[in-house]
C-alpha cells in the first residue's frame, strides 16, 4: 500500500521573457514564441512532448547567422556559398548551400570575448556527400584550444576529428537537417574565439543554416542574428502552485466598474465562480473566506481553471482537445491525475534552479490494457482509463512540472496530485472494493419509476502487511493524516487499478500484532465524490 500526502496548489504565478525565443512544435519545426509567451517544447525528432522550455540568458556572438553569403563570413578561393536554396529547420527558405573545394574554408569573422567554455552549433543537411565537419577555434595569450569533428551524415553520428572538445552533440531534426554543437574552453582574459565551418576531405556541398557562438558547454534554443549579436533574455518563473495553464473561463472576471444583474456570473481570480445574489450589484467584492456568501455574492464552485486542485474528485477542469498547465511545486516524486475523460496524458518535469529537463513520460488511456484474447477483440479497445499516475519522477529541491492532456472534443481533469510517495507495507489479498452512488429512484403513485443519476465515491477495506520494525513509523503516518485528503494506491497492476486507487482519506485503521517480525494494519478509506 502506497499513498502520496498532495502538496497544495492555491496559488498563481508566472513565465515571462523579455525578448522572443525559439522552440520546437508538435510536427518538429522551429517556432518563434513571442515576448513573454511561453514556450511548449517537443523533441525534433521523436515529436514527444518536452513541456515548458526555460532557459538561461544567452547571447549569439555570430552575426548573419543565416546568411553565409554576407561579407561577414569569409570564403576561402575555392569556397562558395548559394543563399537560400532549401528550406530551413523553421520551415523558410533560408538555408544556404555551401560548396567547398578540398582543405579550403567558409568561417565568421572572429569576435573578442572573455575567458570561459564556447559552444559551437550550427544546422548541417547532406546535399548528397556523405560527411562534413565541423571546426572550432579559441585563441589565447598567443596559444589556440581547437577541435573539430567530422558528421557522418549516413549513420547521423559524429567523430572527432583533432583537437579535444570538451563536449560534442548531434541532435536530428526533421527533413535531414543535423543540429552539430562542439564546445572548447579558454583560459586566458584575451580569449579570441574564431568559428570555421569546414567541409570533408573530399570536395563537396552540403546544405547549412543557422550558426550559434554562446557562452557554456551545451547548445541552447537557436538565436537568430543580423548586424548585431543577439540576446535571448531568460525566462523568469514568478510566483509558485499553477504558472501557466491554457484552461479558460467561460465567466468574466469581477470588475469594481461593472454593475451585475441578479443572477450574474463572476470569477474572482482564483477564488471560484460567484452568483450575483441582487440586481444593481456595484462594487462589491466577492467573499473569499467561508462561508463564501453575503448580501451581494454566493460562490457557486471553483474557477475552470483550479477545479482541478480542489478536493472534489466531480469538479472538472475542461477545455477542448488539449489541455496543457505548469506547475512549480518542491521535492515532489510522483504525479497523478483523476478522473480524467481523454484519449492520452503526457508530462515533462524540468529542474527549475538548473532548468534541465529531468523526465518525461506519456501514458494512453484509450483502449485499455489487453489481458486476453476476448478482451482484445470485444472489450478492452472501448475502455477508457480515468487516472494517470506517474511514480518514477526524479526528485528535485524546486521542480516545474508541465502536463498535457489530450483527446478529441471535450477533456477534463477531476484532480491533479502531486507529492510524495510513501509506502506503508503490502497490501494483501482479500481487500474489498466498491462505491457509495448517490444517485435516486424515485417512483410515483402511478407506478412510474424515474432516476437522478448524482455522482458516487469509492470505498476501500484493505488489509496491510509492514515488518514491526516499521510498526512506529507507519502508525506516525497515519496519526498524521487524520481527516486528510491522500492519494491511496492499493496496487499499480492495471487489472487492479480502477478499484484500488482511491483519493480520499481513512475513516478508521487499526493494527494486529499478529507474529514476531511482522504485523497487520486494517485500512476503511472512504473516497472523495
Known amino acids: 500500500m502506497n499513498l502520496v500526502k498532495p502538496d497544495s496548489v492555491t496559488t498563481t504565478g508566472s513565465i515571462t521573457r523579455s525578448t522572443t525565443g525559439t522552440y520546437i512544435d508538435s510536427a518538429g519545426?522551429?517556432?518563434?514564441?513571442?515576448?513573454?509567451a511561453v514556450r511548449i517544447n517537443h523533441d525534433p525528432a521523436t515529436k514527444e512532448f518536452l513541456g515548458v522550455l526555460i532557459e538561461?540568458?544567452?547571447?549569439?556572438l555570430i552575426l548573419y547567422s543565416e546568411?553565409?553569403?554576407?561579407?561577414?563570413?569569409?570564403?576561402?578561393?575555392?569556397?562558395?556559398?548559394?543563399?537560400?536554396?532549401?528550406?530551413?529547420?523553421?520551415?523558410?527558405?533560408?538555408?544556404?548551400?555551401?560548396?567547398?573545394?578540398?582543405?579550403?574554408?567558409?568561417?565568421?569573422?572572429?569576435?573578442?570575448?572573455?575567458?570561459?567554455?564556447?559552444?559551437?552549433?550550427?544546422?548541417?543537411?547532406?546535399?548528397?556527400?556523405?560527411?562534413?565537419?565541423?571546426?572550432?577555434?579559441?585563441?589565447?595569450?598567443?596559444?589556440?584550444?581547437?577541435?573539430a569533428v567530422d558528421i557522418n551524415f549516413n549513420s547521423k553520428t559524429l567523430s572527432v576529428r583533432f583537437g579535444t572538445p570538451l563536449e560534442y552533440s548531434i541532435t536530428e531534426y526533421p527533413n535531414g537537417w543535423l543540429r552539430v554543437a562542439l564546445s572548447l574552453t579558454g583560459t586566458s582574459s584575451s580569449t579570441l574565439v574564431g568559428y570555421i565551418v569546414s567541409p570533408s576531405s573530399v570536395d563537396g556541398?552540403?546544405?547549412?543554416w543557422g550558426a550559434q557562438v554562446e557562452s557554456g558547454s551545451k547548445p541552447t534554443s537557436y538565436i537568430p542574428t543580423v548586424a548585431s549579436q543577439v540576446t535571448r533574455a531568460a525566462d523568469i518563473i514568478t510566483g509558485s502552485g499553477l504558472v501557466y495553464t491554457t484552461l479558460t473561463e467561460s465567466n468574466p472576471e469581477w470588475s469594481s466598474a461593472t454593475t451585475y444583474a441578479l443572477g450574474a456570473k463572476v470569477v474572482y481570480g482564483i477564488y471560484g465562480t460567484y452568483q450575483s445574489l441582487q440586481s444593481g450589484n456595484l462594487n462589491h467584492t466577492p467573499?473569499?473566506?467561508?462561508?463564501?456568501?453575503?448580501?451581494?455574492?454566493?460562490?457557486?464552485?471553483?474557477?475552470?481553471?483550479m477545479a482541478m486542485f480542489d478536493d472534489q474528485i466531480s469538479s472538472v477542469s475542461s477545455g477542448t482537445n488539449d489541455i496543457i498547465f505548469a506547475v512549480v511545486a518542491s521535492?515532489?516524486?510522483?504525479?497523478?491525475?483523476?478522473?480524467?475523460?481523454?484519449?492520452?496524458t503526457n508530462i515533462a518535469v524540468t529542474d527549475k534552479d538548473t532548468k534541465v529537463l529531468a523526465y518525461h513520460n506519456s501514458?494512453?488511456?484509450?483502449?485499455?490494457?489487453?489481458l486476453d484474447w476476448y478482451g482484445y477483440f470485444f472489450y478492452d479497445a472501448d475502455t477508457q482509463k480515468t487516472s494517470s499516475i506517474y511514480l518514477d519522477i526524479p526528485p528535485a529541491a524546486n521542480s516545474l512540472i508541465t502536463i498535457k492532456v489530450s483527446g478529441t472534443g471535450t477533456v477534463s481533469v477531476g484532480t491533479y496530485v502531486n507529492g510524495q510517495i510513501k509506502s506503508l507495507g503490502g497490501t494483501q489479498y482479500g481487500v474489498s472494493a466498491g462505491i457509495i452512488d448517490y444517485s435516486r429512484k424515485e417512483t410515483d403513485e402511478f407506478g412510474n419509476t424515474t432516476f437522478t443519476k448524482r455522482n458516487f465515491s469509492k470505498r476501500m477495506n484493505a488489509s496491510v502487511s509492514l515488518t514491526n520494525s516499521n510498526l512506529n513509523r507507519v502508525q506516525r503516518i497515519l496519526y498524521d493524516l487524520r481527516a486528510t485528503p491522500v492519494l491511496w494506491i492499493a496496487s499499480?497492476?492495471?487489472?487492479?487499478?480502477?478499484?484500488?486507487?482511491?483519493?480520499?482519506?481513512?475513516?478508521?485503521?487499526?493494527?494486529?500484532?499478529?507474529?514476531?517480525?511482522?504485523?497487520?494494519?486494517n485500512l476503511q478509506v472512504e473516497g472523495l465524490i
Not at 106 to 117: K, R
Not at 331 to 344: E, G, P, R, Y
Request: charged share 10%.
Open 287 to 305: 467573499p473569499i473566506t467561508s462561508p463564501f456568501t453575503d448580501a451581494y455574492w454566493v460562490r457557486t464552485g471553483p474557477t475552470n481553471k
Open 363 to 370: 501514458q494512453q488511456l484509450s483502449g485499455g490494457e489487453s
Open 29 to 36: 519545426v522551429m517556432q518563434t514564441a513571442a515576448i513573454n
Open 67 to 147: 546568411q553565409v553569403d554576407n561579407a561577414a563570413w569569409t570564403k576561402l578561393s575555392g569556397a562558395t556559398v548559394t543563399a537560400n536554396t532549401a528550406v530551413a529547420p523553421n520551415g523558410t527558405t533560408t538555408a544556404d548551400t555551401l560548396t567547398i573545394s578540398q582543405t579550403k574554408q567558409i568561417y565568421a569573422s572572429p569576435v573578442s570575448a572573455t575567458a570561459g567554455t564556447y559552444c559551437f552549433s550550427a544546422f548541417f543537411k547532406s546535399t548528397g556527400s556523405s560527411s562534413a565537419y565541423l571546426q572550432l577555434n579559441l585563441d589565447y595569450g598567443g596559444s589556440a584550444n581547437v577541435a
Open 205 to 208: 556541398t552540403v546544405y547549412f
Open 331 to 344: 521535492s515532489i516524486d510522483s504525479v497523478a491525475l483523476l478522473n480524467i475523460t481523454a484519449s492520452k
Open 56 to 60: 538561461n540568458a544567452s547571447t549569439n
Open 492 to 521: 499499480t497492476d492495471a487489472q487492479f487499478e480502477e478499484p484500488l486507487i482511491i483519493y480520499g482519506f481513512y475513516r478508521d485503521f487499526s493494527t494486529e500484532i499478529s507474529y514476531p517480525t511482522h504485523s497487520i494494519c
